[in-house]
């Protein structure tokens, strides 16, 4: 049958769980070749099945409208409107909405929801396995939105902005709650302060508790931009703009010109980011920010990540690696020759074949080096693995070499410092930096404005 589209209207549900996203193509579609299936719709006009379609053909300024019309029972509309968008692509909180949605008709007992952003406490497996046969995703699936967006609903966005995938976040998440709910059990033991390994909960942008000329070794990654949120009433990390970011970084490292020793070594881990398609370039932008404030470059390191973030474009190479550059205050730094395996070349030498057929005359020379050799500015797992087992001798004593990206600060505190050196992390996060430098012998301290260890 066919109606005045003035006389339809969105249904409430659709408008709550579903975003109106770009018809432009649809519209062309549609002005192309017409409506291939009719909207459905309810007695009160409501439309149950079509919503992008009813947008786009009023934009092109439809008159009337082929629909189907159905009279459901009103429990029963809710359903109706997630099955008929089941082939659709879902943002994560679209998946999350229908998830809230349906709910309350599959669990007994259960009162109808009060919005869309109340998490269930407890969800029966069963009833995630109906739910996630309603919606066309895995229950697992379902399972880690759930706990997401009922720990920290932010990570959500993420997703759905592609800065991380919904393992990814899940992970992240658990991890942080599992060291907040340890924290929570012993507050007393959540920080343990000695001399050999210090912290402070505190921002790091005025290091007041080190003196001058202290360290002897400063590594950290500050957080990377536009990729977490860190801090929820913004921070670092957060800015508008990546000019702010990269401005704001700059700054704030300028107090670790202060506390390093004029031969210390400043080991500074960045990533970059795109935005609107666009590879920033900050890593960059932020180390020749700090040339500009008389540090000096001597490497710009290739971390090969082991597991790199999946990526699913189909228009650029997947992101693999991140930097790590060696600044330093003067030519005159403390720097302990690290070396890497050389390949043993095996060659046979033989007789030409016109002089001797014997292979028992043939000779096999192993080349075996009595030093290893320079070990370059792409570190792999194997490259940093390799290394440290040559050094770790002769410079610290490591029972067993921490796993990979621990082995990332392995290699710094072996070539920058000695034995109860003080090393310094500006952004400690979880303590990585901190329990390497323990682990060989060297003092640590550490900043930040969140408690993980």
Known sequence: MKVNVSKLKHH????????????????????????????????????????????????????????????????????????????????????????????????????????????????????????????GISSSQIGKLLFIQKTDPHYIKLIDDGHLTVSQAYLTVQRQKNQQDSLNENPDSAIENTKDFRFYNKSSHHMSEIKNNTASLIFTSPPYWNKRNYVKDGGLGNEKSDKDYVTNV????????????????????????????????????????????????????????????????????????????????????????????????????????????????????????????????????DVVTSSVAMNIKSNGSLEHPAPFPEKIVILPILQSTDNNDLVVDPFMGTGTTGNVANSLGRRFIGYDIRTFR
């Open 250 to 381: 700059v700054c704030h490292l300028k107090d670790c010109k202060r506390i390093l020793k004029n031969d210390g070594s400043f080991f500074l881990n960045l990533g970059d980011t795109f935005n609107n398609g666009n590879l920033l370039n900050i890593p960059h932008r932020i180390v020749i920010g700090l040339q500009e404030q008389g540090w000096l470059l001597r490497n710009t390191i290739i971390w090969k990540k082991t597991n790199p973030k999946p990526s699913s474009s189909k228009t650029n190479l997947s992101q693999t690696y991140e930097f790590i550059f060696h600044l330093v205050k003067s030519l005159n730094y403390k720097y302990q020759h690290t070396l890497g395996p050389m390949k043993h070349d095996y060659k046979i030498h033989s007789s030409p074949r016109h002089r001797s057929m014997n292979p028992s005359k043939s000779k096999m020379s192993p080349y075996i080096p009595r030093e290893g050799k320079n070990v370059g500015d792409y570190w792999s797992e």
């Open 12 to 135: 409430p549900l659709n408008t709550e769980i579903y975003l109106l996203s770009s018809i432009q193509d649809l519209i062309i579609s549609i002005d192309e070749v017409g409506l291939l299936q009719p909207l459905v719709v309810n007695k009160k006009y409501e439309v149950l099945s079509g919503n992008r379609r009813l947008e786009a053909i009023r934009s092109l300024s439809w008159k009337k409208v082929n629909v189907e019309l159905i009279n459901p029972e009103p429990d029963e509309e809710s359903n109706l409107i997630v099955h008929y968008n089941k082939q659709r692509v879902k943002s994560c909180r679209e998946l999350l909405n229908e998830v809230f949605i349906l709910l309350p008709g599959f669990e007994v007992g259960r009162g109808k929801r009060t919005d869309l952003t109340s998490v269930p406490q407890n969800t029966s497996g069963k009833t995630r396995d109906k739910i996630a046969d309603t919606i």
